[in-house]
């Protein structure tokens, strides 16, 4: 049983999930936050695939940045998933916070994709 803070957060997800859709054209970059990790994919809703996906779990991430903050490796897994995007030819995709509030990591990985090239 998800805790009440989980519980409203999953609520949040779903008002969100009503307006947020990605397509062809803008696919859906989502955040996931655990305590220690954050993980985002790139996913067209219409096809029901994933095109992208990183996190700070990531080998070629992970090392060499065993030193910095959650923050800082929020905005590293950002500017990978907007590398792997840019490669497939996607440049401007909707971002779905997933119920959590834009702030520290999230705000964080959606800055770092937006300083690598994405569009959103």
Do not use: W
């Not at 609520?11 to 999930?17: A, D, E, M």
């Not at 994919?41 to 700070?56: H, N, P, R, Y």
């Not at 903050?69 to 440049?91: D, N």
Request: with cysteine; hydrophobic share 40%; proline share 2%.
């Amino acid at each position: 049983m998800p805790s009440h803070k989980e519980q409203i957060r999953l609520r949040r997800k779903l008002s969100i999930r009503h307006r947020v859709n990605g397509t062809d054209e803008r696919p859906r970059l989502t955040v996931f936050r655990s305590s220690k990790h954050i993980y985002a994919q790139v996913v067209d809703d219409t096809k029901a695939v994933s095109l992208a996906a990183f996190s700070s779990l990531s080998k070629d991430l992970a090392k060499g940045n065993e030193e910095k903050t959650k923050r800082e490796l929020a905005e590293l897994v950002g500017a990978a998933i907007a590398k792997a995007c840019l490669a497939r030819g996607i440049k401007k995709v909707v971002f779905d916070r997933n119920g959590y509030i834009y702030h520290g990591r999230v705000r964080a990985l959606a800055d770092g994709a937006r300083a690598a090239g994405l569009d959103f």
